[in-house]
């Protein structure tokens, strides 16, 4: 078993240790979002960040996690994450939220279908 230090394991990334940091601190533009069961275990987590827009006044937040963990798949979890996030990202001043999923992520979409609306954009990256 992995020791623990400051509520991260050992084994974990600088890049990860940092996300966190900068996710759990507030003073940047990110925010996340930690779903417990009634135990206390972590079983979902969201990931959001703020940005400029040049096409509006406000920022927007794109959503860069959602995570639901298997045993939670099926519940009501995700579509609660994603309200949220929503909710967390007006309070911020955003105009709106969006993300990108796999084309063959099925089961996902398939939540995204009933709470947002695709756009015609394709993504490229360098």
Not at 56 to 80: H, I, K, N
Request: glycine share 8%; hydrophobic share 40%.
């Amino acid at each position: 078993m992995a020791s623990v230090v400051a509520g991260l394991p050992r084994v974990l990334s600088d890049t990860t240790r940092r996300t966190f940091a900068r996710l759990t601190e507030g003073a940047e533009a990110l925010f996340g979002l930690l779903a417990a069961d009634e135990h206390g275990e972590g079983v979902g987590l969201a990931h959001c960040i703020l940005h400029p827009s040049t096409w509006s006044g406000r920022p927007s937040c794109y959503l860069e996690d959602l995570f639901v963990a298997p045993r939670a798949r099926g519940t009501e979890l995700g579509r609660a994450l994603l309200e949220e996030a929503k909710r967390a990202s007006v309070q911020r001043g955003a105009n709106r939220l969006y993300w990108h999923t796999q084309q063959y992520n099925g089961r996902a979409r398939s939540l995204y279908d009933q709470v947002a609306q695709p756009t015609s954009f394709i993504v490229y990256e360098m």
